[in-house]
């Protein structure tokens, strides 16, 4: 760790403890959301990449207890027979990588469960220990994915003996973490009225993490349009339950409860005032992902949310004290730690476009590819899987763009790639492509605008075969349009041999805002096990270009690229101490999103 000044840091300290002070005030908590009950919802891992939630409960193990079959039900997910769902193993991984606690959610408003003696409870916290936390079994219905904990929705059966299953799960707790294995959390999904009817009791043991409160379908307790009494006063009998924090269960949508939705404006104006001013106070729970996704209610209240920061685990909050902090943080320590720009595009397993964004790892993502295009041949846009471009079919795109484009990540379309069909025949045919590219992805009119009325931030050059003629002409036609109002940011990708073999030409212009260099697929300027010399090199070598900055470009896995891949410790140890000090150093690039989700690489070396 690097020794501070305390010069520098006397003003910082005060500038974050002013800061603090007003970010502090919020209490702004966390999300809960439920997932597994509508195969409408989007998969699990696409639920956690958005940012929106601490915590996911898969929903529900339906039938338990009394010595009857345990029966898993994710409604159209998948389907738990012979290991149908062992593919959600995966998507818990990712979540929980992301930091966001995955459950078990063990009840529900239309299972079969009760317990009949505390053997039997005991035999159930067995089951569930072996089948989804840290125990063993061969019949794993999620595969080998360990969750965080089990979340009691109890609503029917008896009110006997879930305070023994609280103890038995929490014992295995004990026992793994004691052998530096993982703590079993409990959650729990009470009704308003208090106590609870059926976990009243196993509540009172002091055992329980997180309660999430279920503030609706309850009149007596919940919400009512311009009263809060009822609820105020729940809550205020709901603090004195010995838990770590309790959360204001709420319905996503006025569809997904009888009763008892608040607005979102009315959230933030008249309930949380109320209640966020308890140390106790954790955030909300939303039932459920279906509904959020109707309505985009975890969207609409995150403005008074700290935002669960999907790649570490940790919150952000969007106050303007934490603006402060921000500016304060980036004038007085210049951290050098540069921006990730991601391809994406070429797999429809990756996300979506507003989920990348949303994960607060990219500062630019690239749309690939325009993969044909110039001497007179129709152009082509290919997303790979994510969308069919004719008729229309990518235009809802659109709206990620622009949500992308509200979370300050500049979003670019990428044009070429190393499977494309094009080459530009003549100036003229440079400034007829620029003509197609400014009218139908950036600031132009067109009718058949593939991405719909969003207007991309610019065009990346990726060129990597045809002919290296007049990309110096298309440069220079697409900048010349900035001059109609928006700016048009270029970029490229070209190889790390130097000069480029296609774009060297172009690059030169000085017309190129970014230049994300390929540090891979080429050994003589990569990096190779243990040595950093040919691509510190080629480093010094690209610094010369007049681009306002320069990228090191990189797979995101081994499996991206045929050579050339960095382990993120590597990087952080010896490549990066060698280049980042550089006032053209920008930061890193990586192919792709795709091959990042698998080995979560951006996220990893975030960290410095």
């Given at each position: 760790m690097?020794?501070r000044?305390?010069?520098l840091?006397?003003p910082?300290?005060i500038?974050?403890?002013?800061?603090?002070?007003?970010?502090?005030?919020s209490?702004a908590?966390?999300?809960?959301v439920y997932?597994?009950?509508?195969?409408?919802?989007?998969?699990?891992?696409?639920?956690?990449a958005?940012?929106?939630y601490?915590f996911?409960?898969?929903?529900?193990?339906?039938?338990f207890?009394?010595?009857?079959?345990?029966v898993f039900?994710?409604?159209g997910?998948?389907?738990?027979?012979n290991?149908?769902?062992?593919?959600?193993?995966?998507d818990i991984?990712s979540?929980?990588?992301?930091?966001?606690k995955v459950?078990?959610?063990?009840?529900?408003?239309?299972?079969?469960?009760?317990?009949n003696?505390?053997?039997?409870?005991?035999?159930?916290a067995a089951?569930?220990?072996?089948?989804?936390?840290?125990?063993?079994s061969?019949s794993?219905?999620?595969?080998?994915?360990?969750l965080d904990?089990?979340?009691?929705d109890?609503?029917?059966?008896?009110n006997?003996?879930?305070?023994d299953?609280?103890r038995?799960?929490?014992a295995?707790?004990?026992?793994?973490?004691?052998a530096?294995?993982?703590?079993?959390?409990?959650?729990?999904?009470?009704?308003?009225?208090?106590?609870?009817?059926w976990?009243?009791?196993?509540?009172?043991?002091g055992?329980?993490?997180?309660?999430?409160?279920?503030?609706y379908n309850?009149?007596?307790c919940e919400?009512s349009?311009g009263?809060?009494?009822a609820?105020?006063d729940?809550?205020k009998q709901?603090?004195?339950v010995?838990?770590?924090?309790?959360?204001?269960?709420?319905?996503?949508?006025?569809?997904?409860?009888g009763?008892?939705?608040v607005?979102a404006?009315?959230?933030?104006?008249?309930v949380?005032?109320?209640?966020k001013?308890?140390?106790k106070?954790?955030?909300?729970?939303l039932?459920?992902?279906?509904?959020?996704?109707?309505?985009?209610?975890?969207s609409?209240?995150?403005?008074?949310y700290?935002?669960?920061?999907s790649?570490?685990?940790?919150?952000h909050?969007?106050?303007h004290?934490?603006?402060i902090?921000?500016?304060?943080?980036?004038?007085i320590?210049?951290?050098?730690?540069?921006?990730?720009a991601?391809?994406?595009?070429?797999?429809g397993?990756?996300g979506t476009?507003?989920d990348?964004c949303?994960?607060?790892?990219y500062k630019?993502?690239?749309l690939?590819?325009?993969?044909?295009?110039?001497?007179?041949?129709?152009?082509?846009?290919n997303?790979a899987?994510?969308?069919?471009?004719t008729?229309?079919?990518?235009?809802?795109?659109?709206?990620?763009?622009?949500?992308?484009?509200?979370?300050?990540?500049?979003v670019?379309?990428?044009?070429?790639?190393?499977?494309?069909?094009?080459?530009?025949?003549s100036a003229a045919?440079?400034?007829?492509?620029?003509?197609?590219?400014w009218?139908?992805?950036?600031?132009?009119?067109?009718?058949?605008?593939?991405?719909?009325?969003?207007?991309?931030?610019?065009?990346?050059?990726?060129?990597?075969?045809?002919?290296n003629?007049h990309w110096d002409?298309?440069?220079?036609?697409?900048?010349?349009?900035?001059?109609?109002?928006?700016?048009v940011?270029?970029?490229?990708?070209?190889?790390c041999?130097?000069p480029?073999?296609?774009?060297?030409g172009?690059?030169?212009?000085g017309?190129f805002?970014?230049?994300?260099?390929q540090?891979?697929?080429?050994?003589?300027c990569?990096y190779?096990?243990?040595?950093?010399?040919?691509?510190?090199?080629?480093w010094?070598?690209w610094l010369?270009?007049?681009a306002?900055?320069?990228?090191l470009?990189l797979p995101?896995?081994?499996?991206?690229?045929?050579?050339?891949?960095i382990?993120?410790?590597?990087?952080?140890?010896?490549?990066?101490?060698?280049?980042?000090g550089?006032?053209k150093?920008?930061?890193?690039?990586?192919?792709?999103?795709y091959?990042?989700?698998q080995?979560?690489?951006?996220?990893?070396v975030k960290?410095?």
């Open positions: 690097a020794t000044s305390p010069l840091w006397l910082l300290t500038a974050l403890s002013m800061a603090a002070l007003l970010v502090g005030s209490h908590g966390s999300i809960s997932w597994g009950q509508n195969e409408g919802e989007g998969t699990l891992a696409d639920t956690c958005t940012g929106n601490a996911v409960n898969i929903a529900f193990l339906a039938a207890g009394n010595g009857q079959p345990p039900n994710l409604a997910q998948c389907d738990p027979t290991g149908g769902c062992a593919s959600q193993s995966a991984k979540c929980q990588r992301r930091g966001v459950m078990i959610s063990i009840g529900g408003g239309a299972g079969s469960y009760y317990l003696s505390s053997a039997d409870a005991r035999d159930v089951y569930l220990w072996n089948n989804f936390l840290g125990g063993q061969p794993r219905p999620l595969g080998d994915a360990v904990g089990v979340d009691f109890i609503e029917g059966g008896t006997l003996h879930w305070d299953l609280a038995y799960l929490k295995y707790g004990s026992i793994s973490s004691g530096g294995g993982r703590r079993v959390y409990l959650t729990a999904a009470p009704q308003c009225p208090f106590p609870d009817t976990v009243g009791g196993a509540l009172s043991t055992l329980f993490d997180y309660v999430w409160v279920q503030f309850n009149p007596p919400y349009p009263s809060t009494a609820l105020a729940a809550w709901w603090l004195t010995p838990a770590k924090k309790i959360f204001l269960g709420l319905p996503a949508s006025p569809q997904a409860a009763s008892g939705f607005p404006e009315d959230l933030k104006s008249q949380l005032p109320l209640i001013g308890s140390p106070y954790g955030g909300i729970m039932w459920s992902k279906y509904y959020d996704d109707q309505d985009h209610y975890s609409s209240v995150k403005s008074d700290c935002k669960h920061n790649s570490n685990g940790k919150q909050c969007s106050t004290g934490n603006q902090i921000a500016v304060a943080a980036a004038q320590l210049g951290s050098h730690a540069g921006g990730i991601i391809y994406w595009g070429q797999n397993n990756e476009l507003a990348t949303a994960s607060g790892n630019f993502v690239n690939a590819f325009l993969a044909a295009f110039g001497n007179g041949q129709p152009p082509v846009l997303l899987g994510h969308c069919d471009p008729n229309g079919g990518c235009a809802s795109l659109s709206a990620d763009i622009k949500s992308c484009q509200s979370s300050g990540v500049k670019m379309l990428s044009i070429g790639g190393g499977a494309g069909s094009y080459y530009l025949s045919d440079a400034k007829n492509v620029a003509t197609y590219l009218n139908n992805f950036l600031g132009g009119q067109s009718s058949s605008r593939p991405l719909g009325d969003a207007v991309l931030d610019g065009i990346d050059f990726d060129i990597e075969g045809g002919t003629q002409d298309l440069a220079r036609y697409l900048k010349g349009y900035s001059n109609s109002g928006r700016r940011y270029l970029t490229a990708a070209p190889q041999p130097f480029d073999a296609w774009v060297g172009a690059l030169n212009t017309l805002d970014y230049v994300w260099v540090f891979y697929n080429n050994p003589p990569q190779s096990s243990g040595s950093t010399t040919d691509l510190a090199d080629a010094k070598q010369t270009i007049p306002k900055q320069i990228f470009g995101a896995s081994p499996q991206a690229a045929g050579s050339g891949f382990p993120a410790d590597d990087l952080k140890s010896q490549v990066l101490p060698l280049i980042k550089s006032g150093y920008g930061g890193i690039m990586l192919w792709s999103k091959y990042d989700d080995d979560d690489y951006s996220s990893s960290t410095d």
